[in-house]
């Protein structure tokens, strides 16, 4: 699974509903002092630091289309007028004093619940600010409708309600995305691999409370009706139950309702067993989360040699680098260490891009290191780090070497209002933009003459595929280095994401959800 899914869709609750405490055994350290504004919108008062007000205007205009709906949904107006506090970084949100906890790569925003105010970050794509605003809103609206805006009522036990995570996540995925490809694809998963009986609604909880809660919204939607939803939060208001609720919306009880369920993602996923291809027959697999006793190893990157994978992985409870064989796995060797100290406090876990030098001798990746995000460049032979920190940038991203120059290192940076793709001279320290435009810029992979790069780019759909809820898509462009004239290269209103390019130049491959699901494409040379 992407990482990026799970950078768009993970959000915390500070309370948690179901009172689930966020630690994250890690010390804030707030190097900077914001000058807040603020401006208001019908219902909000949205706040940010310094003068730029494009993000707080587009905040301001997506909580109120936000509010329209849920409001629709649950048949509820808000109380009083909430707060919204949008940072211009996640290096900015994690510095928030709206609560205690580690904001960790991954959390994309949080509701706070004492005095239920939404905080978020702007990371450079305006589709996960658009996304995670809405998200957050439905918390702040369950919040106030089911504990008077404060959680405070549970805990002096005015309110004996308990929230579980698959309905507060469930409820804010669905009303916030509907369905997308990424749903869909975890779902499919989920029903091609799971056992089912092992996933009661009390069983989902992580990653699978917000798909497999979104999954459960979409299935009531579809087979009993809009209304139905919101039939069942009005139910969960009179009895503050949800065993009750369910009862007395669906006539059944909660067991009943997941066999239902259950029954429903095998009728829309086990027929297609029989015609997908299984990811075994075609590939070789090198590493073994089970065996390694972890969860992830991902964001490979072959060396120009073939010889050896550089990937990410937490198999020894950070997350860390390794080196391993290309034909077998094996040989592995941890090179770089991450997360136990400030000059690599993250490894860009959500967004990875690990590439190697033209002569296979370093590899370079982002981090966050102390106050701001650096370009690191490791030998694979010594482990020496050299850093190259970007104090001009909110964020730093996907770092690709050139293919034939040691020093040149192309990348994607986050200013505070906008990301677009850099390239940066290592010997002369110089900086340069290239695509400078307010358009989400990211992955840059330079062709085999180094003279281009290939990079996804976040726009709008045509106009009449412009849903609301998923306005924005991404496309392939191609940037001349030396005259930063860029191209489209894709033109759809799918999402077309992650291009690589061909070390002999034939072109390039990229992903694509055109049939539905994130499959690889080839782009030849000059089209075809």
Known sequence: MSMKILKNVFSLAVLFFGLVFAQFGQNKVQYDVFDWNFIQSKHFNIYFNGENKTISNFAAQTAENAYESISTLLDWDLKKRYAIIVYDSHA????TNTTNSYMPEGVGGFTELFKNRVVVPFEGSYRDLRHVIHHELIHAFMNDLYYAGSIQSVISGAVRLNIPLWL????????????????????????????FEAYPLEALTGYYAYKGGQSIFKFVRETYGYQ?????????????????????TFNMSKKEFTEEWH???????WP?????????DISVRLTNHEEMKNIQNIAPAISPKGDKIAFLSDRKGYADIYLM??????????????QRKASLEELKWMSPGISWSPDAEKIVFAAKSGKHDALVVVDVESGKQTFYPMPELQGVFSAAYHPGNNDLIAFSGHDGSQSDIFVYDLKQDILINLTNDTEGDENPQWTADG??????SERLKTRDMRDPRHPYQWDIYLVDVESKIKTPQTQTDHDENYPYCDPMGRGFVYTSDANGVFNIYIQPKDGG
Do not use: C, P
């Not at 029954?263 to 996923?269: A, C, D, F, S």
């Not at 297609?272 to 075994?280: A, G, K, P, Q, W």
């Not at 064989?325 to 991450?338: I, S």
């Open 92 to 95: 900015d949100f994690q510095q």
């Open 168 to 195: 507060a996540e469930g409820s804010a995925e669905y009303e916030s995305s509907r369905w997308d490809t990424e749903a869909d694809m975890f779902m499919r998963d989920f029903a091609y691999n799971s056992q």
């Open 228 to 248: 139905k939803l919101t039939e069942f939060y009005t139910k969960l208001k009179i009895y503050l139950d949800v065993e009750r609720a369910l009862q007395y």
């Open 263 to 269: 029954h429903y993602l095998k009728k829309m996923y």
């Open 272 to 280: 297609e067993i029989s015609t997908s291809e299984d990811i075994r």
């Open 325 to 338: 064989n290309t034909q077998d796995g094996r040989d592995m060797k941890r090179l770089v260490r991450g």
């Open 451 to 456: 003279k281009h790069i290939v990079y996804a």
